[in-house]
């Protein structure tokens, strides 16, 4: 198995009004296998995000490393940040589209900043995307003008025009319907199928990313807990996982139960 | 007993200077992002057509009222000391040294400050800076530096209307309202202001556009980590108004600062 992404006994923490130091990730480590959907899964405050933000740069750990195709990346600034960006792709909860721009503006923008082709082949580039994640007719709309699934998938296709060797998804179906929701994960499955970048999906709901996940990461208080497969997860004998598992898999035993 | 209030005193303090710290790299960092290529220069011009041209009619009624009142207000002392052909010089001085360029940015604080606070906090709560950054695009560059730009050729040339104006306003209030000698108001304007308040003038003008476009930006920027802001859009209301009250402060102080050192 190769390793995109690997934690080394990373620690995070955050001041407490008190003084003291609420640890968010206290000596994590976990490897994020190439090519493969890895969940990061747990209930709200558990780390999920910071340790998106970690990978990307965005924070920094506090102790540990992290590794990024087996280089220390813990640390970097500068240019080399600017470099291991350009290798992620990120959808983050509310999509983040800019609201001053259109659609097709939104999803140019990293081709304009980051790459010196020409006006004609971007467009050339962006149609292609929007035709694939079934966008084309809405590039002159803004963000404001768009449904929630409409966002994401705008969301994704931008976050797809740098090529991405690895895809993060923060909460990527949160205020979505569940049928959006199907339609969104069916479509990040599709994605990856034809790109084949490694998926990294942040969510507190695992029923819903049941199907796509190859490796269930679950994070408590600090501490986290690695399944090979999210069928794995109630099988734990551990107290806050069998908690975990009743209150967001009870649809999952529920739909189980009625196919047996 | 007393443990408690010292410690949220050292709290407060340490506070202070997290944020003032925060805010001093923050200032270098949009400096020196006006050396990152590509410039964005159409977003430049947007800017200054937010901060210049929108700022226009406020500038102007502000000025017209201003120049008119010190028109007003000057004729009724030196009427008393039969010192009316001293007017224009007051006027201008006045207007040229002091009003000018602080009413101006005061102005532009709450017409533009504002809006870019708020455009900048919004951006960052719902993830669009965190979205550029992960982009590997430069928000100083993208975003921040021609606010800075356009602040810094704005306020200037605001302030240069801002002058004309009141002292267009002046003229109207004290020649032809009040009666004083037109060729006196002109005259004394003439012959009272030098190059020495001109440049004091624009110095002030430049520093107050930095101070404005540093703190209404910076707030916005830095919603997340103000204490006390709360969440979401409740916070940037608040660092909103934070905002604009700090950098009309910041304003007022400065113009002290700068006449004691500068006059």
Redesign the interface.
């Known amino acids: 198995m190769t390793v995109a992404i690997e934690f080394k006994e990373v620690e995070k923490h955050f001041p407490k009004r008190d003084g003291g130091l609420q640890r968010v990730l206290d000596r994590v480590s976990f490897t994020i296998p190439k090519g493969k959907t890895t969940v990061i899964a747990g209930r709200s405050g558990q780390g999920k995000s910071v340790t998106l933000?970690l990978i990307?740069g965005?924070m920094k750990a506090d102790g540990g490393s992290i590794h990024v195709d087996g280089k220390d990346v813990t640390n970097v600034g500068g240019r080399a940040?600017?470099?291991l960006?350009?290798r992620?792709g990120?959808l983050?909860?509310?999509a983040?589209?800019?609201?001053s721009l259109t659609v097709f503006e939104n999803v140019a923008?990293?081709l304009r900043?980051?790459t010196s082709k020409g006006e004609e082949e971007i467009e050339a580039l962006v149609s292609s995307t929007l035709g694939q994640l079934e966008l084309l007719g809405h590039e002159g709309k803004y963000p404001a003008q768009l449904s929630g699934g409409m966002r994401k998938r705008v969301g994704l296709a931008?976050a797809l025009q740098?090529n991405p060797e690895i895809m993060l998804f923060d909460e990527p179906t949160t205020g979505l319907d569940p049928v959006m929701t199907q339609e969104i994960y069916q479509l990040f499955a599709e994605t990856q199928a034809r790109v084949g970048f490694t998926s990294i999906i942040v969510s507190h709901d695992i029923p819903k990313v049941f199907n796509l996940a190859d490796q269930v990461i679950v994070l408590h208080q600090g501490e986290m807990d690695v399944f090979g497969r999210p069928e794995e997860i109630p099988l734990s004998k551990k107290e806050h996982i069998q908690a975990f598992v009743q209150t967001t898999m009870g649809e999952i035993y529920q739909s189980q139960q009625v196919e047996g | 007993m007393l443990i408690r209030p010292i410690q949220n005193l050292g709290e407060s303090g340490i506070y202070v200077l997290q944020d003032l710290g925060r805010m001093a790299i923050y200032l270098v960092k949009a400096l020196l992002a006006v050396f990152k290529r590509p410039f964005r220069f159409r977003e430049f011009m947007r800017q200054i057509h937010f901060i210049g041209a929108g700022s226009l009619v406020v500038i102007f009624f502000t000025a017209a009222s201003t120049g008119m009142v010190l028109g007003l207000q000057g004729y009724y002392s030196l009427h008393k000391f039969g010192a009316e052909g001293m007017l224009g010089s007051a006027v201008s001085l006045t207007l040229i040294m002091e009003l000018g360029p602080v009413l101006t940015a005061l102005m532009v604080a709450g017409r533009a400050g504002s809006a870019m606070c708020a455009e900048l906090g919004i951006m960052q709560i719902s993830d669009q800076i965190d979205a550029l950054e992960c982009m590997a695009v430069d928000p100083f560059r993208y975003l921040i530096t021609p606010k800075f730009l356009a602040a810094l050729v704005s306020v200037p040339l605001l302030t240069a209307v801002f002058d004309v104006v009141g002292i267009a306003g002046g003229y109207v209030a004290g020649v032809s309202l009040m009666g004083v000698n037109p060729g006196s108001y002109i005259d004394g304007m003439v012959n009272s202001v030098t190059n020495h308040d001109i440049r004091l003038g624009v110095i002030k003008s430049f520093v107050f556009g930095l101070l404005v476009v540093w703190i209404c930006t910076g707030r916005g920027y830095f919603v997340k980590e103000i204490r006390g802001a709360g969440f979401g859009a409740e916070s940037v209301s608040r660092v909103t108004t934070q905002a604009v009250v700090l950098s009309s402060i910041s304003v007022l102080v400065f113009d002290y600062l700068l006449t004691a050192v500068l006059l």
Do not use: S
């Open positions: 933000k990307l965005l940040l600017e470099q960006r350009t992620f990120v983050f909860q509310g983040a589209l800019f609201d923008l990293p900043e980051r931008r740098l």
